[in-house]
């Protein structure tokens, strides 16, 4: 059994709770909000979370979304994930977005905005070459294998910021479990 990286903390709010961990085995240590504010619809903001961290070198901390404040509220992070890198030393702050269109979103000191995540990265050492080598993939990129219901696997990004008209196909019907059909 792994016993994790070591991570150094500074807690820059000593009334919050840490980043902690909600089960054995997450992924994803919870980061709270320093203050309380509101989300109106369509709003971003730059949260605190009270807490800086020194990472060993050869790692990162990445920000991911909360998925039940996705789910039942449609809020998300902006730059996600959003990375920590081993030399930064400032507090973790996040920029969350009210995707809703309708709904505010209140939150309250210490409620759980986002989740951090600690993994191993490496550093790349970038090689120029005149061509690069063949593979199966070869240039498919945005949308190669499809995905979306109702919309041909052919609708390729055509070049950055253009797409090919898509193919229409009728929509497959999907059944939830537990459902009376």
Avoid: W
């Avoid at 790349?124 to 498919?140: K, N, Q």
């Avoid at 190669?144 to 696997?153: D, P």
């Amino acid at each position: 059994m792994s016993h994790g990286v070591r991570v150094l903390l500074q807690r820059l709010d000593p009334g919050l709770e840490p980043p902690a961990y909600a089960r054995p085995g997450d992924a994803g240590a919870d980061l709270r909000t320093t203050e309380d504010f509101e989300l109106a619809p369509g709003e971003r903001r730059v949260v605190g979370t009270g807490v800086a961290i020194a990472l060993p070198v050869g790692y990162a901390a990445f920000v991911h979304p909360r998925s039940g404040l996705a789910a039942r509220h449609g809020v998300t992070v902006v730059n996600t994930p959003g990375t920590v890198d081993a030399g930064y030393r400032g507090e973790i702050l996040v920029c969350l977005l009210n995707t809703d269109r309708v709904r505010p979103v209140a939150f309250a000191r210490g409620d759980r905005i986002a989740q951090l995540v600690v993994q191993p990265v490496s550093r790349a050492v970038f090689v120029a070459v005149p061509a690069l080598p063949e593979s199966v993939r070869g240039i498919d990129g945005y949308g190669s294998t499809g995905g979306i219901l109702g919309v041909s696997s052919a609708t390729p990004v055509t070049d950055v910021g253009r797409t090919a008209e898509p193919v229409r196909q009728e929509p497959k019907t999907m059944r939830v479990p537990g459902e009376i059909a």
